[in-house]
Nanobody, 121 residues
């Protein structure tokens, strides 16, 4: 079955960096666009970054553009999100999703379990 397993979250100071990873299995990873969705406390989920199946395009919301970088390893079936210049408002749960650009998939197999990122002094 489809599995998306995130790792790399944690506590970081403002201005710091983190790299999230998502190990994919149970499907042909290289055939699917992928993305990251963030859920911050008190708000609904927000699509923040996406990448094409072959990595030929990437896209970001304005809030993270220039600070976050999405990438993928289609040999190792891993999705990454490099986060830099982190702000307290970046705090939230970050989910790896199998989805088209700007799409937040319905709950189910297209979501990982999420990894918590906390940005605090």
């Amino acid at each position: 079955q489809v599995q998306l397993v995130e790792s790399g979250g944690g506590l970081v100071q403002p201005g710091g960096s983190l790299t999230l990873s998502c190990a994919a299995s149970g499907f042909t990873f290289r055939s699917y666009d992928m993305g990251w969705v963030r859920q911050v406390p008190g708000k609904g989920p927000e699509w923040i970054a996406g990448i094409g199946s072959a990595g030929t395009w990437t896209d970001y919301i304005d809030d993270v553009k220039g600070r976050f970088t999405i990438s993928r390893d289609n040999w190792g079936d891993i999705l990454y999100l490099q986060m830099a210049s982190l702000k307290p408002e970046d705090t939230g749960v970050y989910y790896c999703v199998r989805a088209l650009r700007h799409v937040i998939p319905k709950p189910g197999e297209d979501w990982g379990q999420g990894t918590q990122v906390t940005v605090s002094p």
